[in-house]
């Protein structure tokens, strides 16, 4: 049932307040500014042991694993990073006992994940689950974990599932923050970000018209390029995916860093660039980048806090705390995918070649 939405894929855009709400709910610990994740089944000595942090997944759920990575880097300290579940399982990795491995799966039934964690497990590790779907393979096989909670995803395009894993990572780091050298004062200021969210997704979709117009606008790019920096890549790597798997047009992401190293050679009028610009330490260094593409007479959107006068266009959202932004930061670029899409008039719940879960190698 659609209730009224045409496709799959926007309901599942609109649900995404409701399952945020979902995936904080019985959770935060006002007493001591942290959360409850009952069943991670990691003591706070365990947590404290804790070396580094390794992120496994595919698509979708390895880009939410790199925002999750610099999350748990940014709030609890612990080196971390996040890897393609197939190529770690392909290159012979290096096990180690100190680090924490988290397997992240919507459907929790994707082979190249399912097939890390077995071989995770045969030598030693513990490995964590970062999973929508209950009891599912990879729930089964982790020691413990963290369900997203973000309700059936039908549509092969993740979104809001894609939200609400991000979502539980924030509340890993801030769990793995507060059992470490994150304050009170800042806990805090973690949790009130967290509460904001619910809101604020509503008022990025009550943008919906604005998205729409823009896709349009849009929807004669050949390809485009998509930018960010530090936070705001992983952003630009899971809004070009988004926009090659439903509307077909060839997306690159790249860090706004590395556009002078090549991708500039690409720059023209026809191939706009999206550029997610947080309001952050960064945000001199992301206006130089979109000056650089004015120059050589590039389009572009930006996904910004304020109006980007360099942009052509301008997504605004609203500011969270600035380690919770990447979280807010994608989703009205999950509209400007769908709103593409349709506009092509492309099979958005079910794009060509494509399986809502890939359980073959
Ligand atoms: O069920 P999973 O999260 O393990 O699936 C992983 C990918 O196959 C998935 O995210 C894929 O990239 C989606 N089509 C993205 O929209």
Redesign the pocket.
């Known amino acids: 049932d659609m209730g009224g939405h045409d496709t799959y894929m926007h309901k599942e855009i609109h649900e995404q307040a409701d399952a945020v709400d979902r995936a904080l709910r019985g959770r935060i610990d006002d007493r001591f500014s942290t959360v409850h994740l009952g069943g991670l089944n990691l003591d706070a000595r365990e947590a404290r042991a804790v070396r580094r942090v390794k992120i496994l ?5 390895y880009h939410a694993g790199q925002i999750g990575a610099q999350m748990i880097e940014e709030l609890a300290r612990i080196p971390a990073d996040a890897e393609p579940a197939s190529e770690f399982r392909y290159r012979n990795p290096v096990v180690d006992p100190d680090t924490l491995y988290i397997a ?7 082979y190249d ?1 399912l097939a890390a964690v077995q071989e995770l497990k045969r030598k030693g590790a513990r490995v964590l689950g970062l999973v929508n779907v209950v009891g599912s393979a990879i729930a089964r096989e982790t020691d413990g974990g963290i369900y997203v909670h973000a309700g059936p995803e039908v549509c ?3 979104t809001k ?1 894609f939200t609400n894993m991000v979502v539980s990572f924030g509340l890993l780091a801030l769990h793995l923050g507060r059992t470490r050298d994150l304050s009170v004062a800042d806990g805090k200021r973690i949790l009130a970000g967290l509460r904001k969210l619910p809101a604020q997704i509503e008022e990025i979709l009550a943008n919906e018209a604005q998205i729409e117009e823009l896709a349009k606008e849009y929807a004669d790019a050949k390809s485009m390029m998509f930018i960010g920096r530090v936070r705001g890549y992983p952003v630009a790597r899971e809004a070009s ?2 926009l090659k ?1 439903v509307s077909y047009i060839h997306a690159e992401a790249y860090p706004a860093s590395e556009l002078k190293h090549g991708p500039l050679a690409l720059i023209e009028p026809a191939m706009p660039t999206v550029a997610i610009v947080p309001d952050d330490e960064l945000l001199e260094k992301n206006r130089a980048a979109l000056e650089e593409i004015k120059a050589r007479s590039g389009r572009i959107l930006a996904v910004a806090h304020s109006v980007q006068e360099k942009a052509d266009h301008t997504i605004v959202v609203p500011k969270n705390e600035h380690e919770l932004d990447a979280i807010l930061m994608g989703i009205p670029l999950q509209l400007f995918a769908y709103y593409t899409a349709k506009a092509m008039g492309r099979d958005i719940d079910k794009p060509r070649n ?1 399986a ?3 359980t073959v190698e």
């Open positions: 997944g595919c698509g979708t759920s992240v799966s919507q459907s929790g039934e994707t994940v092969v395009v993740s599932c995916l988004k798997e494509l809502k879960s890939v």
